[in-house]
Structures are given as structure tokens and as C-alpha cells.
């Protein structure tokens, strides 16, 4: 794709609409196809209008697919918003194989490797890892208790800044006599955080504690699927071990979470250590038997160090949250750019986020590789926006408040858009969720659009890395692979730079092509998995971990 310089951008060219690259104000002539178009509304950048009249329930199309239908009729030139256009898709049904594809340039890539953690089934982690997670919420509190005894004293622990002074400053003020309104003109310093300094055991990234709210008062599903996904943390690549506390009543019992980490290796020979609290008795002797295999698991991973693995042990999770109207057009493409090189290197990808390929199934079920396979994601995504419906809220709904204020205002036009993170290449895998997902090619994971949900489901179904794409900013992370956050636009890369790690808004500035930012993205990606670099995610600790609730409460 050649280098954006223009006002606006038709994406594809059966598109009856354009996006503003830049705020255009009314009256704006717009030069295009030959024609003067005159703007009838101010367009603000990432927001669309129109180039030809269209009736009412007239088809609008972006990405060349069917994206909503007018309320009304519409003159050329005028501005799309949600109360001229509602949600509208076309219908998917089993049609012929699409697989064909064409393989994008990796040769600057062909002999390149990053240094990861070998493991004894095959994978390599882009980290180190141990987990000490609650097989159920009324282990929480322990959970919590054991990351205040340990985290800091084996140098893991991330302070957030201290405002004591900031408030100090303030008290100061006040009692100078200073107003309301001078107090709200105080220049304080900014905020920052340090992490300890000395790590005890060097080869180990840290130690992680995750908390959540199931394992029991729920669906019989719920519970088991939680033991897959906790299944799929504990069998990761990037976990050299873990320590797991269970209250023993609960639905989710041990012996599930066994043979779910025996679905995912059968082979697993990680140290896993499990204590169930009313099997100990007093809280101090299941404190003390979790302390004493935690430290002794530690000091036994530690021997592990990293070691040179091809690209294809890299396995990428693909996620956007916060989006605009520029990602669909910058750094959404740009992931799929690099999810090509990546399938066309022998790598996985996975693509999740099932209501945000709402208006793409047709698409995405014709690159299936078999018939069997596209029937599976036709039927899950009937199925979940059937449930969606029938709770209230159909995929239409998607759409959050920022997404539809920066031009994304029906799910289509969202969901157009986020599927360009996986790029062209043929589906080889569709996967429920919480299984794995980390077949070589580009696998698509049923989850939810909710960010965090889908980035703990990536991860748990083998996604040893992350990038991220934000248009609004998110400091979402993750407990054990690293986040890479990926700006849409520079402005809000320049804004939110403490959480954000690149910036794809040069595609819409006009200094660099697609191509250019997805090799600058792979290359950045090898040095995370490598270690070299953290992401702002890992050194923020922000330890994102939301399991999906599918069913209710009970």
C-alpha cells in the first residue's frame, strides 16, 4: 500500500463512502474519482461521508463490505452518523474454498531467531514464569497473602509512584489559604513507578499471582472452563512451574484441572504443586507447605536459561481495544501484515474477538482450509450472537461510547475493520474457547470483545506474545505473556506514552507504508520475546486476568 498523503481515503473500491484523514471543515471540496464532492457537515478526522446520494435504506459499504443502511436519505457529501445509519451485515452461508494468497516478503526475516525458554513438549516462552493462582475465589485472600510475603523479598514487587509528597504540597496550600481553584493550578510532579532492583533468582521473569471471581457458585460450564483456562496458564510456554491453592468443596475440583492440563500435554513435567486447605487444616500449615514448594520450585527453574528458537516458535495473539476510526487503516492492516510473514514463516497466529468479526464471516469462512472447519466458525458465531440476543444484546451493540465518538458507529464498520489483523492467509483452525489455539497458521478463538476476556483467552490458548492496537489508549496487560501496545494515530502514541509501545500513525501521517511498520513491528516483537526489551505493559505490572463467564450465576 502506497504512503498516505491525502485529506481523506476510500478503502476499497467499492466503497460508497470516505474516511477523513484530517478534521474537514464545511464547505470542504473534495477532489475524487474526477468529481467535486462539497462537504454539507464539518467531517471530523477518523468520520465518513458520503460520495454519491443515497436513498433511504440504501446499502453503505466500507472494506467493500455491507457495514449499515441509511435512516434517511443521504446527498453527497454528507457526514455518516449514528442517527442516518443503522447496523446492517450481509448473511454467511458454506460457500467454495478461498485459500489462495499471496505470501508477502519475509527474506529480511528468513534467518532470524529470538532467545526463549525451551520446553519439554516442544514450545519455547518468550518469558519465565511461576504462577501461584486460587482454584477458587475464597482463595483469594491467601493468594494475595503470599504475593505480600514473597513478590517484594525475591525483587519482583512494581511500586506504584508515591503521592504523599504530591499531598503535601496540596495541604501546604491550603493552608496558605489557597482557593479551590488555585488548588486545581498546582503543578505536581508526574507520576512514575520503579521496580525492585535485585532478583533473587535471575533466570526467573517473576512470580504471578492471579486472582479471580469463579470456581464455584456458577454453571457446572463456567467452573470447567476455568480449569481449562487456568489449564492453559499452567501449561504455557512462558510457566516454568506453579503453585495452586484450592479450598477442595468447590465445583472447580483439582482432578479437573489435572486432566485439563492433560489435554494440552501429555506429557507435562512442570512442577506443580497443589495444596487444598481443607485438607492442611490451619491456614499457617497451608501457608507454610505453598511457601517451602513455591521457594524450592523457584530455585529448581532457575537452572532454566534462554536459548536460540526460530520464529515459528513464536505464537502471536492478535487484540485491539479502545479502537477508532484509524484502525482499521493503520495499525489493524499493519498486525495483518505481519501475521502473513509470520503463517508464511511457519508461525501461529490467533485472531479472537468474535462479535468484532460480525460482517466478515462470509470472508473468513470462505478461507477456512476445509468445509468442516468453516461450518465450526459459522455455527459459533451463530450460537454466541443467538445467546447475545437473547440476553439483550445482539453483536449490533458492540460498538462502545469512544468507539462510536471516533467514527466506528455500527458493529460492521468495527468488526471490517478488526479483522484486518489477520491478514489474508487461509484459516487452518477454529477453536472454542478455553482450548488451545496454537496450530501453525492463523487460528480463530471464539472470546468476547471485551479486552482483557479476549487477551486472557489468547494467552491461555497458547499465544506466547501479544500486540495490542489501540486508537483511544488502554493499559491493558497480561500476567505471563508481554503486551505489546500499538498505536493507530500518532497523536494519542505522543499523548499516552507511558502505555504505549508503537506507534503505526505514520501510515495516516504519510512516512511510512504498511510494510515498513510491520517489519518495524516484527522486529520489535523479536527483542521482546527475547527479552531484551520490555513492554510498557510488563514494566507498568499490569497484570490483566478476567476468565470468561459464559453462564449465569447460580
Known amino acids: 500500500m502506497e504512503k498516505l498523503r ?17 478534521d474537514l471543515p464545511v464547505g470542504y471540496i473534495a477532489h475524487f474519482a474526477g468529481r467535486e464532492i462539497e462537504l454539507k457537515q464539518r467531517v471530523q478526522s477518523k468520520h465518513k461521508f458520503t460520495i454519491t446520494t443515497l436513498r433511504e435504506n440504501s446499502d453503505v459499504l466500507m472494506y467493500g463490505v455491507l457495514v449499515g443502511k441509511t435512516n434517511s436519505e443521504l446527498h453527497e457529501g454528507e457526514l455518516i452518523t449514528v442517527d442516518n445509519l443503522r447496523h446492517a451485515s450481509d448473511d454467511f452461508r458454506l460457500s467454495e474454498r478461498k485459500t489462495q494468497w499471496s505470501r508477502p516478503d519475509i527474506s529480511a526475516f528468513a534467518n532470524r531467531t529470538f532467545n526463549g525458554f525451551y520446553r519439554n513438549n516442544g514450545t519455547v516462552g518468550t518469558a519465565n514464569y511461576w504462577l501461584v493462582i486460587p482454584l477458587v ?39 496558605n489559604g489557597a482557593s479551590p481553584q488555585d488548588l486545581l493550578q498546582l503543578d505536581l510532579s508526574p507520576a512514575g513507578i520503579k521496580a525492585s532492583s535485585t532478583r533473587l533468582f535471575d533466570n526467573i521473569d517473576g512470580v504471578k499471582f492471579l486472582n479471580h471471581n469463579m470456581g464455584c457458585g456458577g454453571t457446572r460450564l463456567d467452573s470447567d472452563a476455568l480449569c481449562g483456562l487456568l489449564a492453559g496458564y499452567i501449561a504455557h510456554p512462558n510457566v516454568a512451574g506453579a503453585t495452586v491453592l484450592s479450598l477442595g468443596c468447590q465445583h472447580a475440583q483439582a482432578s479437573i484441572l489435572k486432566d485439563e492440563i492433560a489435554k494440552r500435554d501429555p506429557y507435562f513435567d512442570k512442577p506443580l504443586y497443589i495444596f487444598e486447605q481443607q485438607l492442611e487444616g490451619t491456614e499457617q500449615d497451608l501457608m507454610n507447605k505453598a511457601l517451602k514448594a513455591t521457594f524450592a520450585g523457584l530455585a529448581e527453574v532457575n537452572k532454566q536459561t534462554r536459548q536460540p528458537a526460530t520464529l515459528d516458535k513464536l505464537c502471536i495473539g492478535l487484540e485491539c481495544g479502545g479502537s477508532d476510526g484509524f484502525s482499521g487503516i493503520s495499525a489493524n492492516p499493519a498486525l495483518g501484515y505481519v501475521s502473513d510473514m509470520m503463517v508464511s514463516m511457519g508461525g501461529s497466529v490467533i485472531l479472537a474477538e468474535f462479535p468484532e468479526l460480525c460482517g466478515v464471516e462470509q470472508e473468513l469462512s470462505d478461507r477456512c482450509i476445509d468445509e468442516e472447519t468453516a461450518e465450526k466458525f459459522m455455527s459459533l458465531m451463530k450460537v454466541y450472537n443467538a445467546k447475545a440476543e437473547a440476553d439483550g444484546s445482539g453483536f449490533y451493540m458492540n460498538p462502545s461510547p469512544g468507539n462510536i465518538r471516533d467514527g466506528l458507529i455500527t458493529d460492521a464498520i468495527k468488526s471490517a475493520g478488526a479483522a484486518k489483523k489477520g491478514g489474508t492467509s487461509p484459516v487452518t483452525a477454529v477453536v472454542d474457547y478455553p482450548e488451545l489455539a496454537n496450530q501453525p497458521g492463523l487460528n480463530l478463538l471464539c472470546t468476547p470483545g471485551n479486552d482483557v476476556e479476549s487477551t486472557t483467552a489468547e494467552v491461555g490458548a497458547g499465544a506466547n506474545i501479544v500486540l495490542f492496537t489501540t486508537g483511544l489508549g488502554t493499559p491493558t496487560g497480561n500476567p505471563i505473556a508481554p503486551v505489546v501496545k500499538i498505536s493507530t494515530n500518532t497523536k494519542i502514541f505522543e499523548k499516552m506514552s507511558d502505555i504505549i509501545d508503537l506507534n503505526c500513525g505514520t501510515i495516516i501521517d504519510g512516512e511510512e507504508t504498511i510494510e515498513e511498520v510491520a517489519y518495524r513491528i516484527l522486529d520489535f516483537v523479536i527483542q521482546v520475546a527475547s527479552g531484551e526489551v520490555q513492554t510498557k505493559a510488563v514494566k507498568l505490572g499490569q497484570d490483566d486476568f478476567i476468565p470468561w463467564r459464559r453462564g449465569v450465576s447460580l
Not at 475465589?137 to 504475593?147: A, D, H, P
Not at 525475591?154 to 491550603?174: N, P, T
Request: negative net charge; proline residues 2%.
Open 6 to 22: 491525502q485529506d481523506f481515503l476510500r478503502i476499497h473500491p467499492d466503497d460508497n463512502v470516505l474516511v477523513a484523514l484530517r
Open 137 to 175: 475465589f475464597c482463595e483469594n485472600r491467601n493468594i494475595l497473602t503470599l504475593k505480600s510475603a514473597l513478590e517484594d523479598k525475591l525483587g519482583y514487587k512494581v511500586e506504584s509512584k508515591d503521592y504523599s509528597k504530591e499531598v503535601d504540597s496540596l495541604i501546604s496550600a491550603y493552608k
